[in-house]
T-cell receptor
Framework: DTGVSQNPRHKITKRGQNVTFRCDPI?????LYWYRQTLGQGPEFLTY????????KSRLLSDRFSAERPKGSFSTLEIQRTEQGDSAMYLC?????????FGPGTRLTVL | RKEVEQDPGPFNVPEGATVAFNCTYS??????FFWYRQDCRKEPKLLMS???SGNEDGRFTAQLNRASQYISLLIRDSKLSDSATYLC????????????FGKGTKLSVIP
């Protein structure tokens, strides 16, 4: 399968814990994006990388959130001191041009 | 006006019906537009791109009215498999790859 992959697919954690998600983009895609989606809403942009450079960050990305793409390939999204409001689907997408291809997402539940 | 606004529905239509979804956007600098389809608990997938006045692909027609900042998606001869949420997507303009999604319009095609 050469699509975007994300791990884990589901994560349940207790409030206050740190969590890290991984995204592996389509191999030839140099752009990688993170979005968050809650029930009844469309995906909301969080951040974007071109190769290893983080070029755009949404105001939604509080200081508890950090994303990296150290070698311009896979990316990680870390949430520190999770809060119940962080419960959502975290989607990763990659692109070579305008069309963005999404991964299956990581569903986070914060208890 | 909200950045991207869609009628949330749900639209419940019988098989074979024609259904149209509307979307308005606020950023007059946006040049290209997209309709994504999202099945329940799945990732969004690109359905159609709209760069000029419109685009047609089989049973699906997307139209753009730049003066009114309005995009529509028409589905003819609805199939059961068309049941999904349809997301209107607007990039902010040249130089940014951040996509702004509407909340989506839910379609249920009924036998």
């Amino acid at each position: 399968d050469t699509g975007v992959s994300q791990n884990p697919r589901h994560k349940i954690t207790k409030r206050g814990q740190n969590v890290t998600f991984r995204c592996d983009p389509i191999s030839e895609h140099n752009r990688l994006y993170w979005y968050r989606q809650t029930l009844g809403q469309g995906p909301e942009f969080l951040t974007y990388f071109q190769n290893e450079a983080q070029l755009e960050k949404s105001r939604l990305l509080s200081d508890r959130f950090s994303a990296e793409r150290p070698k311009g390939s896979f990316s990680t999204l870390e949430i520190q001191r999770t809060e119940q409001g962080d419960s959502a689907m975290y989607l990763c997408a990659s692109s070579q041009s305008v069309e963005q291809f999404f991964g299956p997402g990581t569903r986070l539940t914060v208890l | 006006r909200k950045e991207v606004e869609q009628d949330p529905g749900p639209f419940n239509v019988p098989e074979g019906a024609t259904v149209a979804f509307n979307c308005t956007y606020s950023n007059s600098a946006s040049q290209s537009f997209f309709w994504y389809r999202q099945d329940c608990r799945k990732e969004p997938k690109l359905l159609m791109s709209v760069y000029s006045s419109g685009n047609e692909d089989g049973r699906f027609t997307a139209q753009l009215n730049r003066a009114s900042q309005y995009i529509s998606l028409l589905i003819r001869d609805s199939k059961l498999s068309d049941s999904a949420t349809y997301l209107c997507v607007v990039p902010p303009g040249a130089g940014s790859y951040q996509l702004t999604f509407g909340k989506g319009t839910k379609l249920s095609v009924i036998p």
